[in-house]
């Protein structure tokens, strides 16, 4: 689905399903999905990137699961096997017959987690207070961000954040007012028309920094204050040189 936002003439199909599945039984493994902890903004950097998710402790599990898991969650769509073909899987076809047998287990796993008491519900609040952390904390999505908010702000500091970030894909970063940008040298899916609605309108702080932010805060200052507003980009090749350009969004 993430592809086809920059891929046009590609359209999505059961194929995705298939992914999800393999998702889906990762979060059965581990208790949770991949990436589940993280913004959602930024696991759009970090999932066509990073290699197929597995799961948290493979040798926990059998060799079955974990191939059935690989065959879900290849990248190249062509080479995912369709779900008919995922039906033959010896991890399912292992299941044919034993529906009662499977019954009683799952039963019993059931029972055991329910005799852990305080330590489940623990683990719940745990869960619950990660999973609301995005909510919670939507005034500050992070103190990187923004590197004015930092207690030293020199030279050394601001390229050290500047690598940090980038490192994760963050190539956006603001000092103040001023955003800064970094080339990624790659196709980023965060351009979409569909990724651009998610800074209409609202408070800076609440998604990672973009150029769609800036875009937004001086469209509603020209509708607040009935002014024009002005946005001035300085592009940065080499140290040498640099050339400044200045457009009018009346204009």
Not at 56 to 83: A, M, T
Request: charged residues 20%.
């Amino acid at each position: 689905v993430i592809a086809c936002e920059q891929q046009y003439d590609y359209s999505y199909d059961a194929r995705c399903d298939v992914w999800s599945l393999g998702i889906t039984a990762i979060e059965l493994g581990d208790g949770d999905p991949p990436l589940f902890d993280m913004h959602p903004v930024k696991t759009l950097f970090k999932i066509p990137r990073n290699p197929p998710p597995t799961l948290f402790q493979p040798g926990n599990w059998s060799r079955g699961f974990n191939h059935f898991i690989s065959q879900c969650l290849i990248k190249d769509f062509e080479k995912r096997p369709s779900v008919t073909h995922l039906l033959e899987h010896p991890f399912i076809r292992q299941a044919h017959g034993k529906d009662m047998a499977l019954q009683k287990q799952l039963s019993y796993l059931i029972q055991a987690q329910q005799q852990l008491g305080a330590v489940a519900k623990i683990r719940h609040e745990q869960m619950h207070i990660r999973r609301q952390y995005h909510i919670d904390a939507s005034d500050k999505y992070s103190p990187d961000d923004d590197l004015v908010n930092l207690e030293i702000l020199d030279e050394d500091t601001i390229i050290y954040q500047l690598k940090k970030r980038y490192g994760d894909l963050q190539i956006y970063t603001y000092v103040g007012d001023i955003l800064i940008a970094l080339n990624p040298f790659q196709n980023l899916c965060i351009y979409s028309p569909q990724f651009s609605k998610l800074y209409h309108g609202v408070k800076r702080s609440s998604n990672p920094p973009h150029i769609f932010a800036t875009a937004d805060a001086a469209y509603q200052g020209m509708i607040t204050f009935n002014k024009d507003q002005s946005l001035a980009v300085v592009s940065v090749e080499k140290p040498s040189s640099c050339s400044i350009l200045g457009k009018s969004l009346s204009d």
